[in-house]
């Protein structure tokens, strides 16, 4: 394992086109400006940050994976609509050592009744949700501690 700490960042379907889908609901921020924002608060804190973003689950699987494997200090997740369908994504936060930290913008339970149950949450550490942009960096602040 590297000296220096890694986080990672890893964001499911349809994150892609933050900006511009629903601002309502996610804000006008895009991923690349949470991006922006995540590595600035990492450098200060002396940590790697590897910001990826996927609208194929086997994908997101196979993230975890290597996060695990690489001995990652920590994941931080916004798993997007699989939140609430991914048994697959449940079991691979489960079966690995690294804490993962479920994150939304916008708080599930005040939405529809189907939002309501996440298979993520279930095996992550912890999570922040319905703060827009800040989850994220509220959710760096929450791995550093880790």
Same mark, same amino acid.
């Given at each position: 394992?590297?000296?220096?700490?890694?986080?990672?960042? @890893?964001?499911?379907? +349809?994150?892609?086109?933050?900006? =511009?889908?629903?601002? $309502?609901?996610?804000?006008?921020?895009?991923?690349?400006?949470? *991006? &922006?924002? !995540?590595?600035?608060?990492? /450098?200060?804190?002396?940590?790697?940050?590897?910001?990826?973003?996927?609208?194929? %689950?086997?994908?997101?699987?196979?993230?975890?994976?290597?996060? +695990? /494997?690489?001995?990652?200090?920590?994941?931080?997740? +916004?798993?997007?609509?699989? =939140?609430?369908?991914?048994?697959?994504?449940?079991?691979?936060?489960?079966?690995?050592?690294?804490?993962?930290? %479920?994150?939304? @913008?916008?708080?599930?339970? /005040?939405?529809?009744?189907?939002?309501?149950?996440?298979?993520?949450? !279930? /095996?992550?550490?912890?999570?922040?949700?319905?703060? &827009?942009? !800040?989850?994220? !960096?509220?959710?760096? %602040?929450? *791995?550093? $501690?880790?």
């Amino acid at each position: 394992m590297a000296d220096t700490r890694r986080i990672f960042v @890893l964001n499911g379907p +349809n994150l892609n086109m933050l900006g =511009t889908r629903e601002p $309502e609901i996610y804000g006008y921020d895009t991923l690349d400006d949470i *991006a &922006g924002r !995540m590595e600035d608060i990492a /450098a200060r804190a002396h940590v790697e940050v590897d910001f990826r973003q996927s609208n194929h %689950e086997g994908v997101l699987i196979d993230w975890l994976q290597e996060a +695990n /494997a690489q001995g990652a200090h920590a994941v931080i997740f +916004n798993p997007g609509g699989l =939140t609430h369908t991914s048994i697959a994504l449940h079991d691979t936060i489960k079966g690995i050592s690294v804490p993962v930290i %479920e994150i939304h @913008l916008s708080n599930p339970h /005040a939405r529809e009744p189907f939002r309501h149950k996440s298979y993520v949450g !279930m /095996a992550a550490k912890g999570t922040i949700a319905g703060f &827009g942009a !800040m989850s994220y !960096m509220l959710a760096m %602040e929450a *791995a550093l $501690e880790l």
